[in-house]
């Protein structure tokens, strides 16, 4: 079946600091991959999406590259924020293109200090 | 537009109750999928609905059931509530065809079984 493993957290990390959160992948044919992020009390916001091989999603500064060779599908930002503050979950569908029936990583806690 | 709504968003039962939680999908949106958020297990796929047809299920035991309205809301039932069930259930919603298919998230409705 479908899987992905992430970097065990929690991480914490100084403001401007370089953050890679590692993701990698199990499944067959052409998935969609994902990184959604989760703040406290809250539900999931999507953050960044990629659907097919050597996709590049990106938002808030956040970039992901879908590498089919490695299976992998890493989260980075170059400089975080105390605002980045979150749990991150990388995800992928077994649908090309599509959201549907998600199956997570154990999710990544992040803490920036100040 | 709103958002996906959830209610309630906070629910305590006893052990061996039922539980019923609602999803109303943001308009136009036709799939819903359904999520249990555990410390334990992390994010679990229930199940999805689409134009009131349960089109993917996860796997979970049958005390756990869904439907969907004509006008896309949703409905989640648990029966035979158990300490286990306790978690954060999600509720997604996307457009449901056509690419790309991304869903969003509501905020969630808390369980707790005691």
């Known amino acids: 079946g479908n899987s992905v493993t992430q970097m065990e957290g929690p991480v914490t990390l100084s403001e401007e600091a370089f953050l890679t959160i590692n993701c990698t992948y199990t499944a067959t044919g052409y998935p969609s991959l994902f990184w959604y992020v989760q703040y406290p009390g809250e539900g999931l916001q999507l953050l960044l999406k990629?659907?097919?091989?050597?996709d590049k999603g990106s938002n808030k500064g956040f970039e992901a590259t879908y590498r089919k060779e490695t299976t992998s599908f890493h989260l980075e930002k170059g400089s975080v924020q105390v605002s980045d503050s979150a749990v991150y979950f990388c995800?992928?569908?077994?649908?090309?293109?599509?959201?549907?029936?998600?199956?997570f990583g154990s999710g990544t806690q992040l803490t920036v200090l100040p | 537009k709103a958002g996906v709504t959830q209610t309630p968003r906070y629910l305590i039962k006893t052990r061996g109750q039922q539980v019923t939680l609602s999803c109303s999908p943001i308009?136009?949106?036709?799939?819903v999928s359904w999520y249990q958020q555990t410390p334990g297990q992390g994010l679990q796929f229930l199940f999805e609905?689409?134009?009131?047809?349960?089109?993917n299920k996860g796997n979970f035991p049958g005390r756990f059931s869904g439907r969907q309205f004509s006008n896309s809301r949703s409905e989640m039932n648990v029966s035979t509530l158990e300490l286990g069930d306790s978690a954060l259930y999600l509720c997604a919603s996307s457009p449901g065809q056509g690419v790309p298919d991304t869903q969003y998230f509501g905020p969630g409705t808390r369980l707790t079984v005691l």
């Open positions: 308009s136009g949106h036709r799939s």
């Open positions: 609905y689409f134009s009131e047809t349960q089109r």
């Open positions: 995800a992928l569908s077994p649908y090309s293109g599509s959201a549907r029936q998600l199956t």
């Open positions: 990629a659907t097919k091989a050597d």
